[in-house]
């Protein structure tokens, strides 16, 4: 370090205040070190207070500099801030010097400013900084900001608390089989492997909070800690607020998982009950202007048809007519019904249950594509030559009634054994799906062949 000025000053920095030695000065700028001797740019109306005597270099001032913070060190000891705080709402005091006359009575040096400042400071209580000088505080502000100390404290301790217990938690396994986790005198191992953990009366709320939460309730000092635990024990924050909640028992453990982990809601609230009931069935305006399609082709436990199909020849074309279940005609836009409907997003189908995106009323019968039954639909009608070539399509809304329902099963043993006008029908639709399935791979698309299994739990049992 070539250039070294060597002045000695105290410099703000917001609450803290601290000692540095300049080097140079570039305009209003002043290069200087720190009392850890790394170099800093400070502009001068930080300086507070000078020391009267000059460092001659750097070793110099890492001298000075130890016993000016030693003489700090050994003032602060003394200061009793409470004491100050009183004498000086007393007389209205609030500049630093001031201040300092007060408390020492005698002659006013750098370290005595400094050390009374840094313990100001460091208090945060008794007095409030406004610009190089520090207000006293009213017994009401120092009252209150007690109370809210007292508050932030007993928040990190809970923090702290359920950290530890989630931590404790994560690393205890679930069994594999919930169902061997009961009660049950012939299971030792079972039991042995998994047992509820105690909880101690002071994690309630923290528990009672985490429950809010996987209901959907927003709270930021849970998304904190359980996203940070979950990241450790390699889970989703939902699936480990799910098991956290199964191990202290808090969840049954043959709770539904995929339901509550996702956030879904198999019972509506009394009042969309109450709006779905009020629900008049669509109708035509016209019975004349009901188109009829032959089928639907659904899963036997399917509760809410939501197409069906139809073709036939026209002239030199086959045109495909598809319904598509439209809702839409009985819920209005911006209702009730609509936003949980949007809120829902879908239905989903479980192996458990099936979580419904509208009321049963509306979903599986008002809007639903019964059989012999006339809704509103968005009807889709495609004209193909027979290569498959899309001609012209157009969409409309329409009534339309459906003549049967048939099952997957139905349709495969129609297909393989069928003669009636049905099983024609399903034939044609075949070779036409064929052709459009071979141009879209002649095109380039992938298809994956796999086995579709479905999966019912009824009763806790696989069927």
Same mark, same amino acid.
């Given at each position: ?22 080097? @140079? ?58 004491? *100050? ?38 208090? %945060? ?25 007292? %508050? ?50 002071? *994690? ?114 086959? @045109? ?12 209005? %836009?911006?209702?009730? *019904? ?23 009323? =509306? ?26 070539? =899309? ?37 044609? *639709? ?19 062949? %796999? ?13």
């Amino acid at each position: 370090m070539t250039d070294f000025e060597g002045h000695i000053w105290v410099a703000q920095d917001n609450d803290e205040v601290n000692f540095i030695c300049t080097t @140079k000065r570039i305009k209003n700028k002043i290069q200087a070190v720190n009392e850890k001797g790394r170099e800093l740019r400070i502009a001068a109306d930080k300086l507070l207070w000078q020391y009267p005597r000059q460092a001659s270099d750097f070793e110099d001032w890492q001298n000075t500099c130890a016993q000016l913070q030693t003489t700090v060190a050994n003032l602060r000891r003394d200061i009793d801030i409470a004491l *100050l705080w009183e004498s000086a709402v007393e007389l209205q005091l609030k500049a630093i010097q001031e201040l300092a006359e007060l408390y020492f009575g005698q002659a006013i040096t750098i370290e005595h400013l400094t050390a009374l400042w840094q313990s100001i400071a460091e208090d %945060r209580l008794h007095f409030k900084r406004r610009g190089q000088d520090w207000e006293a505080r009213s017994v009401e502000q120092i009252t209150e900001l007690k109370t809210q100390r007292t %508050r932030e404290q007993v928040r990190a301790q809970s923090q702290a608390l359920a950290k530890e217990w989630m931590q404790t938690l994560a690393r205890s396994p679930l069994p594999a089989f919930p169902h061997l986790s009961g009660s049950n005198d012939n299971d030792d191992e079972a039991t042995e492997s998994f047992q509820i953990l105690n909880l101690e009366p002071a *994690l309630l709320p923290f528990i009672e909070r985490l429950e809010c939460w996987l209901r959907g309730d927003t709270d930021k000092d849970v998304d904190e800690l359980v996203s940070t635990i979950a990241v450790t024990a390699k889970l989703e924050p939902r699936e480990l607020v799910f098991e956290t909640l199964q191990k202290a028992g808090r969840l049954p453990l043959d709770a539904d998982r995929d339901v509550i982990v996702a956030g879904l809601k198999p019972e509506f609230s009394a009042a969309v009950n109450e709006a779905a009931q009020q629900v008049a069935p669509w109708q035509p305006n016209s019975p004349s202007a009901i188109t009829s399609l032959l089928f639907s082709i659904d899963d036997e436990e399917t509760r809410e048809v939501d197409d069906a199909l139809a073709v036939e020849r026209e002239g030199p074309l086959w @045109k495909v007519t598809i319904a598509i279940a439209d809702p839409a005609s009985v819920v209005h %836009r911006g209702d009730i *019904l609509d936003r949980e409907a949007m809120r829902r997003g879908t239905t989903v189908y479980l192996p458990t249950q099936t979580v419904l995106m509208l009321p049963e009323r =509306i979903s599986c019968h008002i809007a639903s594509l019964t059989a012999e039954q006339v809704r509103s639909s968005l009807v889709i009608r495609a004209w193909l030559d027979d290569q498959g070539e =899309i001609i012209k399509s157009d969409i409309n809304r329409e009534g339309i009634k459906v003549l049967k329902r048939l099952h997957y099963s139905e349709a495969d043993r129609l297909l393989q054994q069928g003669e009636d006008d049905t099983a024609q029908q399903l034939c044609n *639709l075949l070779t036409l799906a064929k052709q459009l399935q071979s141009q879209r791979l002649a095109q380039g698309a992938l298809t994956l062949q %796999r086995s579709e299994y479905k999966v019912s739990v009824v009763q806790g049992k696989l069927r």
